[in-house]
């Protein structure tokens, strides 16, 4: 590595900065004079000299004020009789609004583009006074070839290497402030072991024999969402899976459990779920992928965004084979008719200092709060900026490129209440050009981060959004009591809630929303207890009273307008031990338990049910709230029940009228309809679309903790 020039070279100057671009401030160890002052010049490092006058003068500090815009990219010097300092460049600088003017790049060729003639390098590091490339065909070594870059518009410094490059890695080396920092390409699409390096290479070798077109079209408004991780659903250990915690593990076929039923990828089809959505499968930094059997993590530990997870692959060696066997995973699940939905994790870094963010463009990417200190209302330490154009551009780009490259149908954003709403609307825009039906969902919290609420992609700001979903968490509390105090009761309980926030959820929330599909309701995910283990938790009862308040969640969820979501496992009443936040637990707490699934294959067969019941008929699913106000009726029930009925919808599906009752309460409820011949497809045993049995509309009884649903042709 080279020397950097030292930014002191006497001993009279502390410390020059330039905290904005027309504003240094110079630090002094001692009292400096007025003929000293009167000395002072600044000159480039190509002799040019910049025009200046004295702003305020402080025992040992200046404020200069610069006649003309500093130009980022050139070294420059205070000079104080025979002391010299090189002017360093304030983080503060590249946080103002004329930064972000003056240096917005709105190319798309940043990073790393593969020819087999030849490869560009684009890098964008405006405050950077040199960029190298550190180039080796030798993943582990330290032996580079140095190609300087060349500084071009708006601070992207570039170079094309000549010839076949395929297979070589790379890093870049900036030098900033006197100092130089090693990073790699934040847009580094291929990796070694661990992000040790990026790689270059071909994305069409990476690419499945076929990407397949769905047999079975499904809209945002059919969509069924189910959440896994990859390696909780293939790591057991009698699943017959061979390809245990591997993206591959979802493209074998046929697999049986040891109790002989169907598992992995034909499970999940014969659920009837439209989209399987996956915790994060970009490069994460909480596993060591070389050896990935003795940690495990969620991945939520964002470091590298535009490559694969290594952890998940075969070989995380080599660059390529993560990128393949992730894009035949897709490939095959597209192939059996479900759509994939991937977790991004836009509003933090796993480690902010060590980041190639912070190591590129030193103060830019991250929000800071009034006391000067990093923002953090992810609670991990640092929250992106997402507000500022490069890092929105960044934004952007990832989810086109994750949507283009590997054909994903859909992105639902950790945190997304700390991410920017100018952001969301231009992530949707493209998106939406690019895939009409893809379906974008978000965690709408409002955190505490240093940006005003109004702005950003909150719960609340939900109408000014109307291209995302949100996860609506009123709904999920008044069925199961708040997911933060355990003890906490709901509906399913029999407690007193607020009946108008249940009702809104079967609604779709037309409060909060633009129309229903913005509606994401759940009743678990992967993080929180699981509803099992709440259950547990909350009341003192029987496991067999606590198995009918789980299928009255879960048939609330699925026979609502919006969109359903089910973690994985839910169908049989997963359990992770009490453990309510388990991103780093082993994978004895976190494995998809097949034994489990086999013990509760009854709850299984009435989930699947449930879920064979919205898709048969469109009037679950209505499209706007206007559809849905002139179809629905609410009936009159007593304490601790819901029921409504969908009239004449057979415009929708094959059933005139729906009713649907929810009885939480320990009683049986007696309920009288019109005369006519009814056919009862869910009740406490069962759901199906064979009709269980038939009645004349005269008299129906439902039992206690139960769901029933009723339809005439």
């Known amino acids: 590595m080279d ?26 160890k001692k009292n400096i004079e007025m003929e000293d002052i009167n000395s002072l010049h600044i000159k480039s490092d190509t002799h040019q000299q910049l025009s200046f006058f004295i702003e305020s003068i402080g025992a040992n500090r200046l404020i200069l004020k610069l006649e003309e815009p500093y130009i980022l990219g050139q070294i ?25 003017q003056l240096y917005y790049y709105p190319g798309d060729d940043l990073g790393v583009h593969y020819h ?29 070839q140095i190609i300087p870059l060349i500084r071009t518009e708006k601070g992207v410094w570039r170079t094309t290497l000549e010839g076949d490059f395929e297979l070589f890695f790379y890093q ?29 290479g071909d994305l069409r070798k990476t690419d499945p024999n076929d990407w397949p077109v769905y047999s079975l079209p499904v809209t945002n408004q059919d969509a069924i969402i189910y959440e896994l991780h990859i390696r909780d659903f293939t790591i057991g250990r009698n699943n017959g899976i061979v390809a245990k915690g591997k993206y591959e593990g979802l493209t074998e076929k046929n697999t049986v459990t040891i109790q002989g039923i169907r598992s992995g990828l034909d499970y999940l089809k014969q659920l009837g779920i439209t989209h399987v959505e996956f915790l994060p499968v970009n490069d994460f930094g909480s596993v060591d992928e070389a050896n990935w059997q003795k940690q495990y993590n969620w991945g939520y530990d964002p470091v590298h ?39 991004v994790v836009f509003n933090h870094v796993y480690i902010q200092e060590q980041s190639d963010f912070e190591q590129l463009v030193p103060g830019y990417y991250f929000r800071i709060s009034p006391n000067g200190q990093l923002s953090n209302g992810t609670g991990v330490g640092n929250d992106l900026a997402t507000e500022r154009k490069m890092v929105r551009k960044f934004i952007v780009d990832c989810v086109t490129y994750w949507l283009e490259e590997y054909d994903v149908d859909g992105f639902r954003f950790d945190l997304m209440g700390i991410i920017d709403i100018e952001t969301m609307k231009q992530v949707a825009c493209q998106v939406r050009k ?41 709904f999920r509390d008044v069925i199961k009591g708040s997911t933060f105090a355990i003890t906490a009761q709901g509906f399913i309980h ?10 809104s959820g079967v609604l779709g929330n037309p409060e909060l929303f633009h129309s229903p599909q913005q509606a994401i309701h759940y009743v678990e995910a992967h993080d929180n207890h699981t509803l099992w283990d709440k259950l547990e938790r909350s009341t003192k009862e029987d496991n067999s009273i606590r198995m009918k308040r789980h299928r009255l969640a879960s048939a609330l969820v699925l026979l609502s307008q919006g969109i359903p979501f089910l973690h994985a496992g839910q169908e049989f009443f997963r359990t992770k031990y009490g453990d309510e936040n388990s991103y780093n637990a082993d994978d004895f707490i976190n494995q998809f338990d ?58 929708y599906g094959e059933w005139k009228d729906i009713i649907v009752i929810f009885n939480a309460s320990m009683h049986k409820k007696q309920f009288s309809f019109d005369y006519g011949n009814w056919q009862v497809v869910v009740d406490e045993q069962a759901a199906s679309l064979i009709p269980l049995y038939t009645f004349n509309g005269e008299s129906l009884e439902v039992n206690p903790l139960s769901t029933v649903v009723c339809v005439k042709l």
């Not at 020397?3 to 002094?28: C, G, W, Y």
């Not at 006197?178 to 070694?192: C, F, H, Q, S, V």
């Not at 699934?597 to 009037?619: Q, S, T």
């Open 3 to 28: 020397q950097a020039k030292p930014l002191i070279s006497q001993t009279i100057l502390k410390n020059v900065q330039l905290i904005d671009f027309f504003t240094i401030e110079a630090e002094f």
């Open 76 to 100: 420059s010097y205070l000079q104080l009789n025979e002391d010299k300092a090189v002017i360093g460049i304030s983080p503060t600088l590249v946080r103002t609004e004329l930064f972000d």
């Open 116 to 144: 087999k003639e030849k490869t560009s390098v684009a890098v964008w590091a405006p405050t950077a006074n040199e960029v190298k490339l550190l180039l080796t065909n030798d993943w582990n070594g330290d032996k580079n």
């Open 172 to 200: 870049l080396e900036v030098l900033i402030n006197g100092e130089w920092r090693k990073a790699n390409d934040p847009y580094a699409k291929m990796l070694t072991v661990n992000g040790q390096k990026a790689m270059i």
């Open 305 to 343: 965004y535009f490559a694969p997870e290594g952890s998940y692959a075969t070989d995380p060696y080599h660059g390529y084979t993560r990128l393949s066997e992730l894009k035949e995973m897709i490939a095959t699940l597209h192939q059996n008719n479900l759509k994939v939905i991937l977790d």
């Open 434 to 474: 690019r895939k009409p039906n893809a379906l974008l969902l978000g965690e709408g919290w409002d955190l505490a981060t240093a940006y005003p609420v109004e702005k950003r992609a909150t719960l609340s700001q939900a109408k000014q959004i109307p291209d995302l979903a949100f996860f609506e968490d009123n």
């Open 494 to 503: 029999g407690a007193q809630i607020d009946m108008q926030l249940l009702m």
């Open 594 to 651: 097949w034994e489990r699934c086999y013990e509760y294959r009854g709850n299984v067969e009435f989930v699947k049910g449930l879920i064979a019941v919205r898709k048969a008929h469109g009037a679950f699913r209505l499209p706007t709230y206007k559809q849905i106000f002139e179809h629905i009726k609410w009936l009159k029930t007593s304490e601790g029940c819901l029921a409504f009925m969908l009239k004449e919808v057979e415009q």
